[in-house]
């Protein structure tokens, strides 16, 4: 189950950490958006790529909420945020589940829809692992 943990961290950190850390209102615009990421895990036990699916209603006060709105678990800790309105890079240092996770990704925004990357590199019992994710979201209507 530890997989499932840090493949739900990831999950939910990928889709809003965008907003979440933003000291400038990024180029989002609230209303329901649906998200897509496909992961693959790779070292002593590698994984296919799964891909997943769901939405969410942003609004403008999430937005708003900032580095709030994200309720990072307290064993992670953000080390980086270079942010502009229309791009984003981020890292960020995680204990899940005993293990030590660090993880770096990029978005971009564009108003409608936004993409991005995420990597996270694990220390686990059965060696280092790497997750590669690659998630895109779209706005697709109102809340």
């Given at each position: 189950?530890?997989?499932?943990?840090?493949?739900?961290?990831?999950?939910?950190?990928?889709?809003?950490?965008?907003?979440?850390?933003?000291?400038?209102?990024?180029?989002?615009?609230?209303?329901?958006?649906?998200?897509?990421t496909?992961?693959?895990?790779?070292?002593?036990?590698?994984?296919?790529?799964?891909?997943?699916?769901?939405?969410?209603?942003l609004?403008?006060?999430?937005?708003?909420?900032?580095?709030?709105?994200?309720?990072?678990?307290?064993?992670?800790?953000?080390?980086?945020?270079?942010?502009?309105?229309?791009?984003?890079?981020?890292?960020?240092?995680?204990?899940?589940?005993?293990?030590?996770?660090?993880?770096?990704?990029?978005a971009?925004?564009?108003?409608?829809?936004?993409?991005?990357?995420?990597?996270?590199?694990?220390?686990?019992?059965?060696?280092?692992?790497?997750?590669?994710?690659?998630?895109?979201?779209?706005?697709?209507?109102?809340?």
């Amino acid at each position: 189950m530890q997989r499932l943990s840090l493949y739900s961290l990831c999950l939910g950190t990928s889709c809003f950490f965008a907003a979440a850390v933003m000291a400038d209102t990024p180029n989002l615009t609230p209303g329901l958006w649906t998200h897509t990421t496909t992961s693959t895990i790779e070292g002593p036990v590698s994984f296919p790529a799964q891909t997943e699916t769901h939405q969410e209603c942003l609004k403008q006060d999430d937005l708003d909420k900032g580095l709030d709105l994200l309720d990072l678990p307290d064993d992670c800790a953000v080390s980086k945020a270079d942010i502009s309105r229309d791009r984003m890079d981020f890292a960020m240092q995680c204990n899940v589940e005993g293990m030590q996770a660090k993880f770096t990704g990029h978005a971009t925004f564009h108003g409608d829809r936004m993409q991005g990357q995420m990597n996270s590199d694990m220390d686990t019992p059965m060696g280092k692992m790497q997750m590669n994710m690659n998630y895109t979201a779209e706005r697709v209507g109102d809340c």
